[in-house]
T-cell receptor, first 118, second 114 residues
Framework: DTGVSQDPRHKITKRGQNVTFRCDPI?????LYWYRQTLGQGPEFLTY????????KSRLLSDRFSAERPKGSFSTLEIQRTEQGDSAMYLC????????????????FGEGSRLTVL | AQSVTQLGSHVSVSEGALVLLRCNYS??????LFWYVQYPNQGLQLLLK??????LVKGINGFEAEFKKSETSFHLTKPSAHMSDAAEYFC????????????FGTGTQLKVEL
């Protein structure tokens, strides 16, 4: 078990460029979450998947943001036409909930991808 | 809607002193409550969780928290602070059937001084 991994760890881009982040969850986990954390704030929920299905999206996820999990394993988060306000740490987390397992809410987080938009 | 409020964005204690980080929650349904710790440039690590079993919850690194429904609180404590405890601590809430979608507080930065 190598934990949740995210790539890249750091990304500096110019305003207007597109960026993509990748998350590889813990292998047996069927749920995957994206959060955004800005300086001095707690993580804010963006979206989550159960297997390949995207079950919920936050109002924070504007049309410029798209997340996918095509095969129910890794996920990508793409930001188009980046703005300076997109500068943040993007955190991925995973968890498992199978069948009648009790939903206890525990998430396992990766180390995050820090985006700086100049 | 659920929310958590962490009182004190910065807390400073001396090494060996009691650590008390405050968290109050708001939830219309029975909550699940969590404390996570974040070290610089790292992700969040679970310290402990309350999921409707024992109200006094023990976690890693000597931390514990007590769920008090009457006070809507879930404060984090540690009897004796260590330098390695310096980090940012986040309280979070969800509920059964909530899809593991955690709502986090704004965090408390803990500083431990010699």
């Amino acid at each position: 078990d190598t934990g949740v991994s995210q790539d890249p760890r750091h990304k500096i881009t110019k305003r207007g460029q597109n960026v993509t982040f990748r998350c590889d969850p813990i292998s047996e986990h069927n749920r995957l979450y994206w959060y955004r954390q800005t300086l001095g704030q707690g993580p804010e929920f963006l979206t989550y998947f159960q297997n390949e299905a995207q079950l919920e999206k936050s109002r924070l996820l504007s049309d410029r943001f798209s997340a996918e999990r095509p095969k129910g394993s890794f996920s990508t988060l793409e930001i188009q036409r980046t703005e300076q306000g997109d500068s943040a740490m993007y955190l991925c987390a995973s968890s498992s909930l199978w069948g009648r397992q009790v939903d206890t809410g525990e998430l396992f987080f990766g180390e995050g991808s820090r985006l700086t938009v100049l | 809607a659920q929310s958590v409020t962490q009182l004190g964005s910065h807390v400073s204690v001396s090494e060996g002193a009691l650590v008390l980080l405050r968290c109050n929650y708001s939830s219309s349904v029975p909550p699940y409550l969590f404390w996570y710790v974040q070290y610089p440039n790292q992700g969040l690590q679970l310290l402990l969780k309350y999921t409707s079993a024992a109200t006094l919850v023990k976690g890693i690194n000597g931390f514990e928290a007590e769920f008090k429904k009457s006070e809507t609180s879930f404060h984090l404590t540690k009897p004796s602070a260590h330098m390695s405890d310096a980090a940012e601590y986040f309280c979070a809430v969800t509920h059964t059937g909530g899809g593991n979608k955690l709502t986090f507080g704004t965090g408390t930065q803990l500083k431990v001084e010699l």
